[in-house]
């Protein structure tokens, strides 16, 4: 008999573990509290479960719980909505709105009702990147920054050097610091993705001001002491609180805390891997390629097929990194967006579904091309392990022209070879990746050798 598996919600996350149960031969059953699928992505909210079996599997997906606090917000007479609310700029022409947060979801509201409102003012405490979806050339962006090449310069690269390298090529589309944008110091990277924000403040739609201090009846103060009068609408974008209401406690707390999440997936206290959490992530990078990948691995745990660590060594480390954190010894980097590559390639790991460059150089040297110097898409975890797709190789080698296809409506001169094999790759590419893999064994040789011969010496001296 199949097992069964409660998936709650139906957003993005709970439909890709849906299709990953079916995948391996349990049985789902999905609760949602609203009348449609699709989550976040159809603006609906979740707020409320029936009681589930405990027999059953879990595999959920975090409650998102509007989060605005502001000095005198409750003695505002305008209108207030959050942007889980906000649906179209219908209704707003004329007025002037402060939109709260400059997350990707503030900077796409704020662009959006400059079209039809008076004037839009975008509050930031923070600052941000602003990156646009088109790179160099005209090629997508995430394909042309989401290599594993790139990955892997970035980890041998001091963070210094890193940093000044990307501030310095995110101005050249223009100087943040003139358009108000510019990361407040000591704040850590941030970046947003908006084509059209650097126009819409260039052309005074929206006007760029810093975190707000607190409301009277029709005006706002900001922390510079300047204050904005005659608003008639405030926008929170300033993200969600995340919670698990329908757990009980300590089950509940521990899930709110990502340290104590199993690769952000499972939870450390549970003798039974029997509940996951899907997307209660923050990634560079496609969040629903992760939570499709985590789905994968989770459903496999809890078919038995993969095995993660005991319960009291998952709790043992995390309470010890807990208290490392309030010590101030290491940094709380929960809150901070994951690398994506290195946080997918360990998941695939976790399933056999990792591709591995040095034996794809040997078989396949042109797909090892492709899948080191190219855009690292979710094919790449379908060429091997469970999940396994006859198709991934072709779709990696044909991603560029079907990515510029759609473009193609009229008859032109060929165009340039995507940035993917550019004129220096071409002429030293296979030496790098030959130099690249030397240097991952000769580290992996060298860590091991340094391991053992630390582990003989505890041995010795106990």
């Given at each position: ?8 919600g139906?957003?993005v ?60 917000i ?12 906000y ?40 600052g ?75 052309c ?94 989770a ?46 390639d ?14 794809l ?33 072709n ?68």
């Amino acid at each position: 008999m199949a097992k069964r598996v409660a998936v709650v919600g139906a957003g993005v996350s709970g439909l890709s573990s849906i299709r990953c149960c079916l995948d391996e031969g349990l049985e789902p059953t999905c609760f949602e509290r609203s009348e449609d699928i699709g989550g976040l992505w159809r603006f609906t909210v979740r707020s409320s479960y029936p009681v589930l079996q405990p027999a059953w599997l879990l595999a959920l997906a975090p409650l998102r719980q509007v989060a605005s606090a502001y000095l005198g917000i409750h003695t505002f007479k305008g209108q207030v909505l959050h942007s889980q609310q906000y649906k179209t700029p219908d209704g707003f022409q004329g007025k002037r709105i402060l939109v709260l947060g400059l997350g990707n979801t503030g900077g796409d509201v704020a662009v959006e009702l400059s079209r039809t409102a008076a004037q839009v003012l975008l509050s930031t405490r923070t600052g941000t990147w602003v990156v646009s979806r088109s790179s160099a050339g005209g090629y997508p962006y995430n394909m042309m920054v989401t290599r594993r090449y790139l990955a892997f310069i970035a980890q041998i690269l001091p963070s210094c050097v890193l940093k000044w390298i990307q501030e310095r090529q995110l101005n050249k589309r223009f100087n943040h610091e003139n358009y108000g944008l510019s990361i407040t110091k000591g704040k850590k990277f941030k970046s947003i993705v908006n084509d059209e924000l650097p126009t819409c403040i260039l052309c005074g739609a929206v006007r760029m001001k810093p975190g707000v201090k607190g409301f009277t009846e029709t005006s706002a103060l900001f922390e510079d002491g300047t204050v904005e009068e005659d608003i008639n609408t405030v926008v929170f974008t300033t993200g969600y609180t995340f919670s698990f209401p329908f757990l009980e406690e300590p089950l509940r707390g521990l899930c709110t805390k990502k340290v104590y999440l199993y690769k952000r997936v499972f939870p450390a206290s549970l003798e039974k891997a029997t509940l996951a959490t899907i997307g209660l992530i923050s990634l560079k990078g496609s969040i629903l390629a992760a939570t499709e990948l985590q789905a994968r691995w989770a459903t496999r745990v809890f078919k038995g097929l993969c095995k993660i660590p005991p319960s009291l060594t998952l709790m043992a480390e995390a309470t010890r990194t807990e208290k490392l954190i309030k010590r101030g010894v290491i940094r709380d980097t929960s809150g901070d967006k994951l690398d994506y590559i290195p946080y997918m390639d360990d998941l695939a790991a976790c399933i056999g579904a990792k591709p591995s460059i040095a034996l794809l150089l040997l078989k396949d040297p042109r797909l090892a091309w492709e899948v080191f110097f190219g855009p690292c898409t979710p094919y790449q975890y379908r060429l091997t392990g469970p999940g396994k797709w006859e198709g991934a190789r072709n779709a990696i080698l044909t991603q560029w022209d079907r990515t510029l296809k759609p473009l193609k409506t009229r008859g032109t001169p060929d165009p340039p070879t995507p940035a993917s094999i550019s004129h220096y790759l071409k002429a030293w590419g296979a030496s790098v990746l030959l130099a690249s893999l030397l240097l991952a064994c000769k580290s992996a040789f060298f860590f091991k050798l340094v391991r053992d011969k630390l582990q003989g010496r505890i041995s010795f001296i106990q």
